[in-house]
């Protein structure tokens, strides 16, 4: 059993040991006296937990810059749409190692995907030793129709290559109930149910959604979903911008994960605000996502945190709106929680962590690191990113 000991590392602001083994945490204390394998000097390092990206789209690193400062609709119909028709499974695995290389620069070894051939995808994530959960793609308008018969064989396959590898899970995912009818968006939570498989899509994203979804079905996006028996604890729901008190209190009782992208949103100007702390303080559950590269620019954890802070101070003109804590949490700990994967530091956890380089900078003035981490750093400060015990990801 190979050992790795990470010395004098300030954890939850006291100095401390860390001995790792067999994939988990194995002791901390004060000293850790027991021989190591591997040892990490941590007297300038801050361990904290890592980050789940819970929306992206991660082959979209392809289209970085291509189509910027167009509004969803033109963008998807313009730009997006005719080049993915010329995507092929090659394309997908170089912009998927692109994408995974910015992950764990990010901190983040575990992220949600939506995208062509999740089997590639899934390929390479276990190459860097890392996790998802990779939505298998359903959508039936558009130039690249992926039909019933074309997701199922890109499940069967996905499910073979994850088959010895437990940090992948598997989603069903439509793309959204405006490109999927709702005999298919019902198809695919039976299909989830019966195989026991998440379900990730697009919801309340922008003012033309809401409209088409009143005046088809008479009712809300969210409405619509917990409708049809589609919301519960298995579906994560990616932007929830637009939403009514009624469909708050829906998200809030179905437990579904709601994932904010802030910087997406307002990159695509979908005019509106995810309600954060509306949807805080009616329990409902809430994560962080990138969203795809071509909406972002880019994968950093630590700029959405920012980002996503301060669009809500500014939209609700309260600073107190939300804290730092909070958007921290949203990237880390609520994430996990909801995937019952194990991401506190502390003894006989599965050892997930980032040590963040505390030298730099941006970790000058005050004490409080998740102040720094949320409002002054961005992703160069993470020299260490240790995921199911291996350190996956050290900046040079
Ligand atoms: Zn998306």
């Not at 027991?34 to 390092?45: A, F, Q, R, V």
């Not at 764990?104 to 030793?129: N, R």
């Not at 049809?228 to 990616?238: F, G, K, S, Y």
């Not at 900078?361 to 720094?372: A, L």
């Amino acid at each position: 059993m190979k050992k790795l000991k990470i010395k004098n590392v300030i954890l939850n602001g006291k100095r401390k040991d860390i001995l790792i083994a067999d994939g988990k945490i194995l002791k901390i204390s004060k000293k850790i006296k027991e021989k190591s394998d591997c040892e990490i000097e941590g007297k300038n390092l801050a361990a904290l937990p890592v980050f789940f990206n819970m929306h992206t789209h991660l082959a979209m690193t392809l289209f970085r810059g291509i189509g910027d400062d167009l509004p969803l609709k033109r963008w998807l119909t313009t730009k997006i749409w005719p080049k993915e028709l010329l995507l092929t499974p090659e394309k997908i695995r170089k912009g998927t190692e692109i994408g995974l290389k910015e992950l764990k620069k990010s901190g983040c070894p575990f992220f949600c995907d939506m995208y062509w051939w999740p089997q590639e995808t899934a390929k390479l994530v276990i190459k860097h030793k890392m996790g998802g959960i990779l939505g298998v793609p359903f959508i039936g308008k558009g130039p690249l129709i992926f039909s019933k018969r074309f997701a199922l064989k890109n499940f069967f396959e996905l499910k073979k290559v994850v088959k010895n590898y437990p940090s992948i899970k598997i989603a069903i995912a439509p793309h959204a109930i405006y490109t999927v009818s709702k005999n298919n968006l019902v198809w695919a939570k039976d299909f989830a149910r019966k195989n026991n498989l998440y379900y990730h899509i697009h919801l309340a994203e922008t003012k033309e959604e809401i409209k088409f979804s009143k005046e088809k079905y008479g009712l809300t996006p969210v409405e619509f979903l917990d409708k049809l028996r589609i919301l519960d604890e298995e579906t994560i729901l990616a932007h929830c911008v637009h939403l009514e008190e009624k469909d708050i209190k829906i998200l809030a009782r179905r437990k579904s994960l709601l994932v904010y992208c802030p910087t997406s949103n307002m990159k695509l100007g979908v005019c509106g605000v995810f309600p954060f702390r509306r949807l805080k303080d009616s329990s409902a559950l809430i994560a962080l996502g990138t969203d795809g590269v071509a909406s972002n620019n880019n994968l950093d954890m630590l700029e959405e945190m920012k980002i996503g802070a301060l669009l809500q101070k500014h939209h609700f003109c309260r600073p107190e709106e939300i804290k730092a804590r909070e958007i921290f949490e949203a990237a880390t700990k609520i994430p996990a929680n909801f995937l019952k994967i194990e991401n506190e530091i502390k003894k006989g956890n599965l050892a997930n962590l980032i040590l963040v380089d505390l030298t730099l900078e941006e970790f000058s003035g005050g004490k409080d690191i998740i102040s720094h981490l949320v409002y002054s750093a961005n992703y160069n400060c993470v020299k260490y990113l240790i995921f199911n015990g291996e350190i996956i990801y050290q900046r040079n």
